[in-house]
T-cell receptor
Framework: TQLLEQSPQFLSIQEGENLTVYCNSS?????LQWYRQEPGEGPVLLVT?????EVKKLKRLTFQFGDARKDSSLHITAAQPGDTGLYLCARPGTGANNLFFGTGTRLTVIP | NAGVTQTPKFQVLKTGQSMTLQCAQD?????MSWYRQDPGMGLRLIHYSVGAGITDQGEVPNGYNVSRSTTEDFPLRLLSAAPSQTSVYFC???????????FGPGTRLTVT
């Protein structure tokens, strides 16, 4: 199956709090991309992870690829209102001729 | 570079009408795709193309047609619009199907 489950579906937190969102699959994937989509715009790539156990940092965002390459997480430290948006994970589809997206986590950071 | 452009930004159709959503990119990307985005369902792939003259179906192709006569353009046609096609449509392009996707700003379509 190509199903990518993201949790939680919605998250509303106060500015300055930390949070983690998850992306899980029942099958192994070769790589995983994380995108952020702001209201009224298209998604924009944040990071790509390709190696099991890999950790990448992008300022206050930390991305981790699970050892078994079936899951990934995104941790945000000291969230800011500018972090508000829809966070989507995506993996190569069967045959590697397209990209398959998860259902997304909608994050709201309240000032 | 303009990146990926989509027109129109908004569109309202009546059931049974036809229309074409336009998508163009100026990055010389071979791979282009169309997604629809509905609440709680993420992005679902409609059709994609790996180069001029080559197209294939994605996850939800029914009710939509595409063609790719040039590298730059990848229009999406709705032959007979249905209320179930009310959605936000995104076009994307990339150097490779599984590399970073560059998305357009989207077209919000309402079918009444």
């Amino acid at each position: 199956t190509q199903l990518l489950e993201q949790s939680p579906q919605f998250l509303s937190i106060q500015e300055g709090e930390n949070l983690t969102v998850y992306c899980n699959s029942s099958s192994v994937f070769s790589s995983l991309q994380w995108y952020r989509q702001e209201p009224g715009e298209g998604p924009v790539l944040l990071v790509t992870v390709v190696t099991g156990g890999e950790v990448k940092k992008l300022k206050r965002l930390t991305f981790q690829f699970g050892d078994a390459r079936k899951d990934s997480s995104l941790h945000i430290t000291a969230a800011q209102p500018g972090d508000t948006g829809l966070y989507l994970c995506a993996r190569p589809g069967t045959g590697a001729n397209n990209l398959f997206f998860g259902t997304g986590t909608r994050l709201t950071v309240i000032p | 570079n303009a990146g990926v452009t989509q027109t129109p930004k908004f569109q309202v159709l009546k059931t049974g009408q036809s229309m074409t959503l336009q998508c163009a990119q100026d990055m010389n990307h071979e791979y282009m795709s169309w997604y629809r985005q509905d609440p709680g369902m993420g992005l679902r792939l409609i059709h994609y193309s790996v180069g001029a003259g080559i197209t294939d179906q994605g996850e939800v192709p029914n009710g939509y047609n595409v063609s790719r006569s040039t590298t730059e353009d990848f229009p999406l046609r709705l032959l007979s619009a249905a209320p179930s096609q009310t959605s936000v449509y995104f076009c994307a392009s990339s150097l490779h199907p599984t590399y970073e996707q560059y998305f357009g700003p989207g077209t919000r379509l309402t079918v009444t």
